[in-house]
């Protein structure tokens, strides 16, 4: 048995409600700017949200056209129970929608998978992931071409290993709830042993949702100790596929999956018609199924959030930089929570925005300096989705509020500005 394996997987099963990925690294240099400012002088204020009719569910990823515009993905938002399917007019469709600044829908097509990331090319044509498929449409919304997870190949001779894994991690997996399950059921017994007329009203209904709770468990676990090795192999398969972000540039599509073996993040690089995929970096730690990539200039940007940093790699995948560093007391120019930053973008002027779940948006240059709190979106804090994107002229920043189904839009205050620009 693969010992390397067996502690990569204790990790990832320690882990499994929290965290997907490898143990942080040590956290690279900070660069400091010399006078952070904080979220009251930031030149951003939330002005307004835009959000889609309710028979099309709510906004589950955008980016912003390069003109005017927005490029939004919408649907169903089942990870958050926000949306659901099956209303009167049927399930809600999943789409991709074109809009002018406001958000008014100019031209929509019907998508034919969930989808997760979308990324852009000079020419307008849009790129979309999802499941375990990747499509491209025009500007015109017109479908170019489909494929199924090109980044992922299997040679016959390691159908062995890899089910062999996929029982392994079930296995490791199942003794960690077990012990987790354990601790319920002992706990639940306490509550049961205590005289009714001595229960708490917290004990009281915490007695209820534990009952069912551990009865879930249990049913789970059954389920999944009676899953055949061919099972669990078609299930890794399935997961081993999923596709969670796409970045594009002139010449390549840059496309996010899970490791094949093992735990982490991993990018390939495919021509534009998604052929001759190349896995070009490996061993990425992320959190809760988020991985952003972008293309920016000549560099991607990953947003590597279980390291709390940013990495910048060249189109072969080798690291030429990276910032940030986990501070507890959120000081300005690190990132703090869980994971974070979640998300990055491409500012007009050649650097990027970075993006944490407690809806904070800052500034940096591409050599990591930091420079500002941009501002800051009113949203539920949680490790989730925190998209966010620039307008081309630099006077509004958009942040997905996930929860919601939103755009917030922050619009430059213009008094914050006159003060920061006065002697």
């Excluded at 979220?39 to 204020?45: D, I, K, L, Q």
């Excluded at 490029?71 to 938002?77: E, K, R, W």
């Excluded at 991985?291 to 959030?305: C, F, H, K, T």
């Excluded at 800051?376 to 989730?384: I, R, T």
Aim: hydrophobic letters at 35%.
């Amino acid at each position: 048995m693969n010992t390397e394996f067996l502690v990569r997987v204790a990790i990832g099963v320690a882990r499994l409600w929290f965290y997907d990925g490898e143990l942080p690294q040590a956290d690279p240099p900070r660069v400091i700017a010399e006078a952070p400012q904080d979220e009251a002088t930031s030149p951003f204020r939330e002005s307004r949200r835009i959000q889609v009719a309710a028979e099309h569910g709510g906004i589950i990823g955008f980016i912003p056209d390069g003109k005017a515009g927005l490029i939004l993905l919408t649907g169903a938002n089942q990870r958050y129970g926000a949306y659901r399917a099956g209303q009167a007019s049927g399930p809600i469709p999943d789409r991709l929608v074109w809009t002018d600044s406001a958000g008014e829908e100019r031209q929509a097509v019907e998508l034919p998978m969930s989808p997760r990331g979308l990324s852009q090319t000079d020419d307008g044509t849009v790129y979309v992931v999802g499941d375990t498929s990747i499509a491209w449409y025009s500007a015109k919304g017109e479908l170019l071409g489909q494929e199924e997870a090109p980044h992922f190949v299997l040679p016959e001779e390691e159908y062995e290993a890899f089910t062999e894994e996929a029982v392994e991690r079930r296995d490791l997996s199942l003794e960690q709830q077990e012990i987790r399950l354990k601790r319920e059921k002992e706990t639940l017994s306490e509550i049961q042993d205590k005289p009714e007329e001595e229960r708490t009203a917290y004990e009281t209904s915490r007695l209820r949702s534990l009952t069912l709770q551990v009865e879930s468990q249990k049913r789970y676990l059954e389920q999944r100790r009676n899953m055949t090795p061919q099972q669990l192999f078609d299930e890794a398969l399935r997961n081993s596929k999923q596709l969670y972000r796409v970045a594009v540039s002139k010449d390549h599509v840059f496309l996010v999956g899970r490791e094949t073996f093992g735990y982490g993040y991993a990018v390939w690089r495919c021509d534009r018609s998604c052929q001759n995929p190349v896995q070009i970096m490996k061993g990425l730690s992320g959190c809760c199924g988020q991985m952003d990539l972008q293309v920016i200039g000549d560099r991607l940007a990953v947003a590597e959030n279980s390291r709390h940093r940013v990495v910048l790699a060249d189109f072969e995948g080798e690291t030429v930089a990276s910032f940030g560093s986990r501070d507890r007391n959120a000081a300005a120019d690190s990132f703090s929570g869980c994971c974070n930053p979640m998300n990055t973008c491409r500012t007009p002027d050649g650097g990027l925005l970075t993006s944490e779940s407690n809806g904070v948006v800052k500034r940096f240059a591409m050599d990591g300096t930091f420079q500002e709190i941009v501002g800051k979106a009113s949203v539920q804090s949680g490790c989730k989705n925190s998209s966010v994107g620039m307008a081309a002229d630099g006077s509004r920043v958009y942040y997905l509020d996930i929860d919601k189904g939103q755009l917030v839009v922050l619009k430059k205050d213009e008094v914050i500005l006159a003060q920061k620009e006065s002697p």
